[in-house]
Each structure stands twice: as structure tokens, then as C-alpha cells.
């Protein structure tokens, strides 16, 4: 096996072939002046299976992985497995109003002509990956996550909506707590209102735990939903802290304990390595 680490995901990419005890190939990537992506994977030849690692997020980084893609591919790759740490557009996966792109859909399309197998880390919802055309898994992160905060104090978890409720059960059966879900109405982009917690949190240390970070929104309100509800502290896990602006400033200015995310997207609150589950799903497989 040989790991190509994109430029999204280098560390990542590094820290799994170590894991491996495999070879680690740093792709070479830049921008023409005109902004077009260039690659070069800087081998003779790759008779190996190979195991590409980058991010459909942003934009840009869509191209240069199916740019990586062609490059192992002519270099003789045996079979190629693309991991795509964090699934850029997974959220737009339908069309909810009528002649909306089915954004999801389109990126399994492009990603899955290029390779044998799809490996992706807490996709929003697994079920996007059946339009992909090769075999595929979604690896998750919840153990992880809770390997993190065993040891430290956590009396429940809480989801900050129905569609992270099974995320956070995952996480709380890990560490024997209870959990519960908020119920969340999104209103922009940038406004979510979250119900009073129905579940009563008083005196308790809680965890939120959901798939990813943004803007920051959601997790501001279920923090002030359950501090209203009496938590002694909130802390927040994520999978994919994307971070949007001055989303994680915000977030630490906003007296929450913890604030802790993966490192499918990298950054200063990335303290959870996603390697292990990947280096784990690449040696099963
Ligand atoms: C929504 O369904 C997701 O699970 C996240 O809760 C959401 O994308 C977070 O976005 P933001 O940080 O902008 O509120």
C-alpha cells in the first residue's frame, strides 16, 4: 500500500501511512496564474494499491483529487481507494426545492469514476454513498471521540438535533452516560433557534456532540439552551470543524469548557487524529 496525501489533508495522510508502516508519497501541488490546478506524484511507477487522501472541500480541492486520481492511475496504480476525510456538499443531498442541483449525488459521480473505493469519515448521512459506482464505507469517529474525553468529567451527551442523535448515542454508550437530542429550527445560514431542553441537565458537566461545526450557529444555541437548562459546564466535539470565519473564536469567547474536532479538516482545535480508523479500514481491506 502507498498513501498520497493532498494537500488538504497532509498530516492526516502522513500520520496514516506511519500507522500503516507504508509508503507516504507528499503529492506535489500548485496553481497555474490562471488558478487551474496542476499535480505530480513524484514516483516512476505505483505498482501497489494506493490509497489517495484529500478533502471535497472547498472547491479547489475537488479538482486536484481527481487530478490525483489520473496521476496514480496512469502511474499503474493496481487499485485505487480515494479517502475523502471530509465529504464537501454532503448536506445538499436532495433536491428541496425544485431545480436545486442534488450536489451530493454529483460528487459520488465525479469521485467514484476514478477509483475502486470510496472511504469517507462521518459523511452527513451515510446513505448519500449509494450513488457512488465502487465499493465504499463510511469509517466513524464517534470511538474516537470518545477515547478523547474518557477520563475527563461527562454526566450526559447531548445531539443539537434529531439528525446528530445517533452520533451522540454512539459517543455516550462509549463513555456509559446517558443522551438526549435537542430539537433544532434553522432559520439562515447563520440563525438557528434550539428549544429548551426537555431532558433537565442541572449541575451536570455535558458534552455536544455533532458531525460538524460551521458557522458556529448551532452550536451557540444548544450551548445557551443547555446552560439555560442548569448545565454546570458544555463542552463540544465534532467530527469536521470547518470553522467558517471567526466561528471557532467565537465559540472559545463563548465560555463553552471544551471545544475539540477531528482532523479531517485541520486546524489550532483538530486534536483528534482520524488516522487510526482509516490506517484501521485500509489494512481490513
Ligand atoms: C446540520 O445538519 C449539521 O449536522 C450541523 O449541525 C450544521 O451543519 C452546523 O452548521 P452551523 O455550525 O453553521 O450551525
Known sequence: MIIIGGSSSRDLAKDTASLLGCGYVQAFSMRFPDGECYVRVDRESLDDDVAIIQNTHPDANIVELLLLQDAVRTLGARTITTVVPYFGYARQDRVFKPGEAESAKVMCDIIGRGCDRVLTVDIHKEDTLRHLSCRYRDLKAA?????????????????????????????????????????????SAFEVRIAPSATSC????????????????????????????????????????????????????????????????????????????????????
Open 143 to 187: 470511538g474516537m471521540i470518545a477515547g478523547y474525553f474518557k477520563g475527563r468529567s461527562i454526566d450526559l451527551v447531548f445531539a443539537p438535533d434529531a439528525g446528530a442523535a445517533g452520533r451522540a448515542k454512539e459517543v455516550a454508550d462509549a463513555l456509559g452516560v446517558p443522551h438526549d437530542h435537542l430539537e433544532k429550527t434553522r432559520l
Open 202 to 285: 442541572e449541575g451536570k458537566d455535558v458534552l455536544i456532540v455533532d458531525d460538524m461545526i460551521s458557522t458556529g450557529s448551532t452550536i451557540v444555541a444548544a450551548k445557551q439552551a443547555l446552560a439555560e437548562a442548569g448545565a454546570k459546564s458544555v463542552s463540544v466535539a465534532c467530527t469536521h470543524g470547518l470553522f467558517i470565519g471567526d466561528a471557532l473564536e467565537r465559540l472559545r469567547g463563548s465560555s463553552l469548557d471544551v471545544v475539540v474536532c477531528c482532523n479531517t479538516i485541520e486546524s489550532s482545535a483538530s486534536l483528534i487524529s482520524a488516522a487510526p480508523i482509516i490506517a484501521a479500514a485500509l489494512r481490513e481491506e
